[in-house]
């Protein structure tokens, strides 16, 4: 059946990838957060080394998210020219950078710059995302990309 909606070229069986993939690096990013706030109350080590090893795997992950993302936009006109599409992209963008930024900070300088510098990272990534995810739903939910009729 034809659709008139924007479709999804990175799919498997008719389901896109990108939705399937992003809820890996926003829980990383949104644990790395909370695993920062433990840190700051407690000293604890362990979150210290739980937040560097979320931030890690959220970068990877993020790289499998951004590539499915982009065949997305590259795959159709009609997602590229979404003022929504390049919203979420930024937003993305600036968050991966702050949080890659956050983990090589982390990396040299040791537990030491979780507070406040780290925490205050995290939390910005946090509501960058917030801002990112807000942007994909609407070219979901308003401009049905890669919804099936």
């Known amino acids: 059946m034809a659709t ?4 999804s070229t990175a799919q498997i069986a008719g389901h896109p990838i990108h939705p399937m993939v992003i809820a890996f690096p ?4 949104v ?7 433990a840190f700051a109350a407690t000293s604890n080590g362990f979150w210290a080394t739980a937040s560097l090893w979320l931030l890690g795997i959220g ?3 993020a790289a499998l ?3 499915t993302g982009l065949v997305e936009v590259l795959g159709d006109d009609r997602v590229r020219n979404l003022s929504d599409t390049r919203l979420h992209a930024i ?3 600036l968050a991966l950078l702050i949080a890659a930024f956050n983990w090589y ?3 040299d300088h040791g537990s ?3 507070v406040p510098t780290g925490v205050v990272l995290s939390g910005l990534v946090v509501l960058g995302l917030a801002f990112s995810g807000w942007k994909g739903g609407e070219m979901v939910f308003r401009h049905r990309v890669g919804v099936a009729d």
């Open 26 to 29: 926003i829980a990383c990013f």
């Open 59 to 61: 970068l990877v992950t």
């Open 105 to 107: 900070w982390r990396f």
């Open 31 to 37: 644990l790395a957060f909370v695993s920062d706030l």
């Open 91 to 93: 937003g993305n963008a």
């Open 112 to 114: 030491s710059v979780i």
């Open 65 to 67: 998210a951004a590539v």
């Open 4 to 7: 008139d909606n924007p479709r």
